[in-house]
């Protein structure tokens, strides 16, 4: 299978990269930096130059891609932002979390998708917990919570306009990352071995989806 990786210079993006590598599958990964490039390159992977909170950077990824079939495609990139309701979010910090975490996915759906389909393969975005509109404990890390909750909508909605892929949001669980901290349950391996099971079950009913960690969809989000 041909594996599309979106943001893969360290943590969640890194390990889908190893384990897909690890079973013989061919893997196109991008990240932003020229270190992160030659690590992908020792390890065996397709390395292209990519920053999705760069529109510019982003808009020039379906010709990187040009005559790809992508079995399938994860978008891994995001980036995490602190603070609370008391306090509004700065403009900088707002178009940060948003390019990265929404923009950036809904600019990569129409040069990926397509490439998806002719696969019929399945096209996966990293979402989060934190994006659920049901059960919100407090507003920590809102501008985060909002950026997922939007990003499971554009999912949603997007599939309706790909028939031929799966589209599905996937919650990575708390993880033992940058973002996610150390004192998270789940490991970097772990979490990526649920979610590889995850992808390998889905099916075309499970379209439009958000899946928790345990491979079930979310009730109510």
């Known amino acids: 299978m041909n594996i599309l990786v979106i943001g893969a210079s360290r943590g969640i993006g890194l390990e889908l990269v190893r384990q897909y590598l690890e079973v013989g599958e061919r893997v196109i990964a991008t990240v932003r930096d020229d270190a992160a490039l030659e690590r992908l390159r020792v390890l065996g992977a397709v390395p292209l130059k990519l920053d999705v909170a760069n529109p510019a950077s982003?808009?020039?990824?379906?010709?990187?891609?040009?005559?790809?079939?992508?079995?399938?495609?994860?978008?891994?990139?995001?980036?995490?932002?602190?603070?609370?309701?008391?306090?509004?979010?700065?403009?900088?910090?707002?178009?940060?979390?948003?390019?990265?975490?929404?923009?950036?996915?809904?600019?990569?759906?129409?040069?990926?998708?397509?490439?998806v389909e002719a696969a019929q393969g399945s096209f996966a975005f990293i979402s989060s917990d934190m994006g659920r509109l049901t059960g919100v404990a407090s507003s920590h890390s809102w501008t985060y919570r909002a950026s997922k909750a939007a990003l499971n909508m554009a999912v949603a909605a997007a599939r309706h306009d790909y028939p031929q892929a799966i589209l599905v949001a996937l919650s990575p669980g708390w993880v033992q990352?940058?973002?996610?901290?150390?004192?998270?349950?789940?490991?970097?391996?772990?979490?990526?071995?649920?979610?590889?099971?995850?992808?390998?079950?889905?099916?075309?009913?499970?379209?439009?989806?958000?899946?928790?960690?345990d491979g079930q969809p979310m009730a109510g989000w």
């Open 58 to 115: 982003i808009s020039g990824l379906a010709w990187q891609l040009d005559g790809e079939k992508i079995d399938i495609a994860v978008y891994v990139a995001g980036v995490m932002s602190h603070g609370n309701a008391l306090v509004p979010p700065t403009q900088p910090d707002f178009d940060l979390v948003m390019h990265t975490n929404v923009l950036g996915a809904m600019q990569a759906i129409p040069q990926v998708a397509p490439l």
């Open 177 to 213: 990352t940058d973002m996610g901290g150390r004192d998270a349950p789940l490991t970097v391996h772990d979490s990526v071995v649920a979610m590889c099971g995850t992808l390998a079950r889905l099916t075309p009913a499970d379209s439009g989806r958000f899946f928790g960690i």
